[in-house]
């Protein structure tokens, strides 16, 4: 059970007569100041209905942080009402934010977010329960927590599994193709208003702050395109050109990852649609429609780049394979 789903339970009723929460052993941090425990709903109970999981494993809540104390202490702190156990707390401490009791000071929180579309897998079709809803194509929206550091900017907690799928958490899931048109309509209602919110504003508890650093980097090649408005360029971290991406001596000097969103939508407001779509691709810096994105788009995927030097070397043995014996000779 997510922290979402219980919380949405709890506000939703007038009255919740007890909640379970298991919790993990604490792990020490740092010998001073910091420690952890991860935690997860496994039940709430109403007046005259239920809410419970069981036997998932996937739903470990991120950590709660402590001061340093005794794991007991820290069940004492978190639990303070009626019907505990060692192992369990009630629903008084749920209603009260769990990170009232543990941040102290400001932190800055590092978290990453993405979306990628899911068209035409198998596993993902269902019977349809109404003409309007389609199951062959889903947009998902998520994010991750990366890093928190202190005030000082030291490290206070990293993410030791930064690309496991078990480490996201899921916010939208919208039943549509991956396109332009309704990943906008997605990143304008629902994301881009939240994302700035975020990082303007942090999340304000009593008499402390949390600051947001949020990175965009959890998407492929294709949904790079959509977000940032650069359909139409060669790469897509700076605005180097076809002819300066095959120059030996820029290649050796590096290129500068140059290509920023701001950039991006001051040009494409600078001029009249008319005007934008007569310039050339390397005047409009590869972009082919307005970018929708609100922050950078930073898309360099190590995965993607080995996959794809695998299929080169793979083409070129089966070229040279294919060569042997006949008239017809492949680079």
Request: proline content about 3%; charged content about 25%; glycine content about 4%.
């Amino acid at each position: 059970m997510t922290t979402k789903e219980a919380f949405d339970f709890l506000s939703s009723r007038k009255s919740v007569r007890d909640a379970t929460i298991v919790f993990m052993d604490s792990e020490q941090l740092d010998d001073k100041y910091y420690s952890c425990i991860r935690y997860k709903f496994v039940e709430l109970k109403g007046d005259r209905e239920i809410f419970r999981k069981r036997n998932d494993l996937n739903t470990w809540n991120d950590m709660i942080f402590f001061d340093n104390s005794t794991l007991a202490e820290k069940r004492r702190l978190s639990s303070e009402g009626d019907n505990c156990t060692p192992n369990h707390v009630d629903a008084k401490a749920i209603r009260k934010p769990l990170l009232e009791l543990t941040i102290k000071g400001q932190r800055k929180f590092s978290a990453t977010d993405g979306l990628d579309g899911s068209g035409s897998h198998q596993v993902y079709n269902q019977i349809q329960e109404s003409p309007d809803i389609g199951s062959k194509n889903f947009i998902l929206f998520a994010f991750k927590l990366l890093a928190i550091h202190d005030s000082a900017n030291k490290f206070i907690w990293e993410n030791e599994r930064p690309n496991s799928q078990f480490q996201i958490r899921p916010v939208t899931l919208l039943a549509a193709k991956e396109n332009s048109e309704n990943v906008r309509h997605l990143m304008d209602t629902y994301i881009n208003s939240y994302v700035v919110d975020l990082e303007e504003n942090g999340i304000p508890l009593s008499q402390r702050l949390v600051r947001i650093k949020l990175l965009r980097t959890m998407f492929d090649g294709k949904m790079a395109e959509i977000l940032s408005g650069a359909g139409g360029a060669h790469c897509q971290l700076c605005t180097a050109t076809f002819k300066q991406l095959h120059d030996v001596e820029l290649i050796r000097d590096g290129f500068p990852i140059n290509r920023s969103i701001t950039s991006a939508k001051e040009l494409f407001q600078s001029v009249n649609e008319v005007e934008f779509l007569s310039l050339s691709s390397n005047d409009r810096l590869g972009l082919t429609h307005q970018p929708i994105s609100d922050i950078d788009v930073i898309c360099s995927s190590p995965l993607h780049s080995y996959l794809c030097i695998f299929r080169w070397f793979m083409t070129l043995v089966y070229h040279l394979q294919s060569g042997e014996g006949s008239d017809h000779h492949h680079p």
